[in-house]
């Protein structure tokens, strides 16, 4: 195998802003910030979401907006919609 092709590989500090959850990983990510995480120094990187937070996992339902494209369309053609009287 060729020597210096493949990028390191390491302990990475995940969080989970969402859930507040911290999880170490190993991971060949390069992030610029460092955290210490139970008396060790790993490099850091946060989430928006992960399996710790995500409704597929965790079998939470949360309410999403429904007016979307498909409600502001019929909004705006439903008088086209309409049938004439004969």
């Given amino acids: ?10 302990k990475v500090l995940f969080h989970d802003t969402n859930a507040d959850i911290y999880f170490v990983i190993g991971s060949t990510m390069q ?9 060790v120094e790993y490099p850091y990187v946060t989430l928006d979401i992960s399996s710790a937070s995500h409704p597929f996992y965790t079998g ?5 907006s429904t007016d ?4 502001n369309f019929n909004r ?3 008088r086209f919609s309409k ?3 004969d």
Avoid: C, L, W
């Fill in 1 to 10: 195998m060729r020597d210096n092709i493949h990028p390191q590989y390491q």
């Fill in 31 to 39: 992030p610029s910030q460092k955290k210490v995480y139970e008396g």
């Fill in 60 to 64: 939470e339902m949360r309410q999403t």
């Fill in 68 to 71: 979307g494209r498909v409600a």
């Fill in 76 to 78: 705006k053609f439903a």
């Fill in 83 to 85: 049938k004439k009287a």
